[in-house]
Every structure is written in C-alpha cells, then in structure tokens.
C-alpha cells in the first residue's frame, strides 16, 4: 500500500507540473500557491477542524515539525518552483528536480545516521538514468547543448527543501490525523506566503480569474495539494524517506504516458527505456529479499 501511494502522489504531481508551465504566463507564482493552498484548506476545515481540539496537545508539542513542514512543502518548495518555471525550461528544470531523492538519502544520512544499501544506490543510479534517457531524448550529446539560468538555481533550491522535509516526515508523530497534520502545515505555509503575495500585487502583478485559471487551482488544491499530499506523507512514514523518495522520478515517465495519451506524442523507444529503467531502479530500491 506505501508504493501504490507514493506511486500516486507522483502521477498526481505529474500533472501538476504540466499545469504549472502551462500556466506561468496568466498565474503570478505567488498567487498561483497561495490560492493552491487556500483551496487545500477549504477542504481540509471540514475534516481537521473537529479532530483539531483533541489532538492540539500533539501539535502544541511538535509546533517545530509543524513550521519546516509548513515553510519547506508548502511556501518554498512551491513557490520556488513556480518561480523558476518563468526562466528555466522543462527539460532543465525534469534534470535538476530528480536530484531530490540524492538529496533525501544525504540528509537522512546527515540527521538520522541512515545507512542505505548498495542495492538502494544501485536503484538510485538505474532511475537518473531512465529520467536522462527520457530527458535527452535517447541521445546524450544532448546534454552539451544545455543552459543553465537562474530559474535551474531556484529548482535546485526547491529540491533541497523538498528533500528537508520529506526527511523531516521521520519525526512524524503517533496519535496525529494526517488531515489535522496537513491542515496545520498549510495554516502555516499560507501565513509564511503572505508577503511573497503581497509583494507581487504591490508589483502589479495579478491573476486573472477565468475557467482555465480557476480549473488549474482546484486541480493543485485538491489532487496535488490534498489527495498527494497526504498519500506522500503516509508512504514516508510507512517506508522512510531514503526509499520513499525514489519515486519522485516517476513522474519524467508519468509526463511521457501522459503526453502519449492526451497530447498525440509518439512514444518512441528512448521512452519506453527511461521508462524500464525508471521502474526497474526502484524495484531495486524497494525489494526486501526474504532471508
């Protein structure tokens, strides 16, 4: 069940991505998380607001993980993100992001003492590769042709802090309703936006409500936002984060499926490859063999 949820978080985040490029143009990025994130705590009040007086004293002692949760996940990783979709391309911006599960086993290293098998490294390896194959499209001369700007730096800097906190999910709490959890790092992540919000209205920037718009937020707040958020928690907690965060490269060979099935991409064999390669890294990663 923590595969199949972690596998469902990164299908969900697929089209998050999608979505964020198609729209950098007609959503500023800070309005783009903050309403993400307000749609998110709309629906998560029904659900968290009753539990949230019984399980205040857990919260009230883990207000620590509450706030890097809220700052890391929900303010910088995706505003970051959204900012960095204005420069950088889509290719960069797939090769930098799956640095993320190098920099999850790093910190878990760092603040756990994790030690991570030679078969999760091997997983590891055989995945960068299917992404680049997928990336570069078969031919790895490629990657000499590549730029890197600003908006490279900024996806950089979210796949640190979305490594930080996927690291921190190992201090999770027993006894919290991951809908109570949720809840409080988006109060909190909301709180933190505020003046990347306020700044880019004083700057004349502003998002314009239509269909198109509206339909984009309610995507990310409730799938990419709720549903995969809380389906990501629950698979770290369950498998850690050294193997969980394995699977954030799926979502390059989600991308490709997705373009094949609703944009009339031809699927070609270096897809099909990275795509091999891609699941074959993380059954690496993720198989228990049975003394």
């Given at each position: 069940?923590?595969?199949?949820?972690?596998?469902?978080?990164?299908?969900?985040?697929?089209?998050n991505f999608v979505i964020s490029r198609a729209m950098n143009s007609v959503i500023p990025p800070a309005g783009f998380v903050f309403w993400r994130w307000v749609v998110a705590l709309?629906?998560?009040?029904?659900?968290?607001?009753?539990?949230?007086?019984?399980?205040?004293?857990?919260?009230?002692?883990?207000?620590?993980?509450?706030?890097?949760?809220?700052?890391?996940?929900?303010?910088?990783?995706?505003?970051?993100?959204?900012?960095?979709?204005?420069?950088?391309?889509?290719?960069?911006?797939?090769?930098?992001?799956?640095?993320?599960?190098?920099?999850?086993?790093?910190?878990?290293?760092?603040?756990?003492?994790?030690?991570v098998m030679l078969r999760q490294h091997a997983g590891v390896f055989l995945s960068l590769v299917g992404v680049a194959a997928i990336i570069l499209r078969g031919d790895p001369a490629?990657?000499?042709?590549?730029?890197?700007?600003?908006?490279?730096?900024?996806?950089?800097?979210?796949?640190?802090?979305?490594?930080?906190?996927?690291?921190?999910?190992?201090?999770?709490?027993?006894?919290?309703?991951?809908?109570?959890?949720?809840?409080?790092?988006?109060?909190?992540?909301?709180?933190?936006?505020?003046?990347?919000?306020?700044?880019?209205?004083?700057?004349?920037?502003?998002?314009?409500?239509?269909?198109?718009?509206?339909?984009?937020?309610?995507?990310?707040?409730?799938?990419?936002?709720?549903?995969?958020?809380?389906?990501?928690?629950?698979?770290?907690?369950?498998?850690?984060?050294?193997?969980?965060?394995?699977?954030?490269?799926?979502?390059?060979?989600?991308?490709?499926?997705?373009?094949?099935?609703?944009?009339?991409?031809?699927?070609?064999?270096?897809?099909?490859?990275?795509?091999?390669?891609?699941?074959?890294?993380?059954?690496?990663?993720?198989?228990?063999?049975?003394?």
């Amino acid at each position: 069940m923590p595969y199949l949820l972690l596998t469902l978080s990164a299908l969900i985040w697929s089209g998050n991505f999608v979505i964020s490029r198609a729209m950098n143009s007609v959503i500023p990025p800070a309005g783009f998380v903050f309403w993400r994130w307000v749609v998110a705590l709309v629906v998560l009040l029904p659900i968290a607001l009753p539990r949230l007086r019984r399980e205040w004293p857990i919260l009230r002692a883990n207000l620590p993980l509450i706030g890097i949760s809220g700052l890391f996940a929900v303010t910088l990783f995706n505003y970051l993100i959204y900012m960095a979709m204005h420069w950088t391309t889509a290719i960069n911006a797939a090769l930098v992001n799956s640095a993320i599960p190098i920099f999850i086993i790093m910190f878990a290293r760092i603040f756990y003492g994790q030690r991570v098998m030679l078969r999760q490294h091997a997983g590891v390896f055989l995945s960068l590769v299917g992404v680049a194959a997928i990336i570069l499209r078969g031919d790895p001369a490629r990657i000499l042709t590549l730029t890197f700007n600003r908006g490279d730096l900024l996806v950089l800097l979210a796949a640190i802090a979305w490594a930080l906190y996927s690291v921190a999910i190992k201090r999770y709490p027993q006894g919290l309703n991951p809908f109570v959890f949720l809840f409080s790092m988006t109060v909190v992540g909301l709180v933190l936006l505020v003046p990347f919000y306020a700044w880019e209205i004083s700057a004349g920037h502003h998002m314009t409500f239509n269909l198109p718009t509206v339909l984009s937020i309610l995507y990310v707040g409730v799938l990419a936002s709720v549903v995969a958020f809380t389906a990501w928690n629950h698979g770290l907690r369950r498998v850690g984060p050294h193997i969980g965060g394995q699977f954030v490269h799926l979502m390059p060979a989600f991308s490709t499926i997705m373009a094949v099935m609703f944009l009339g991409e031809t699927l070609q064999g270096f897809h099909i490859a990275g795509i091999v390669l891609i699941f074959a890294g993380i059954i690496c990663a993720t198989y228990k063999v049975k003394a």
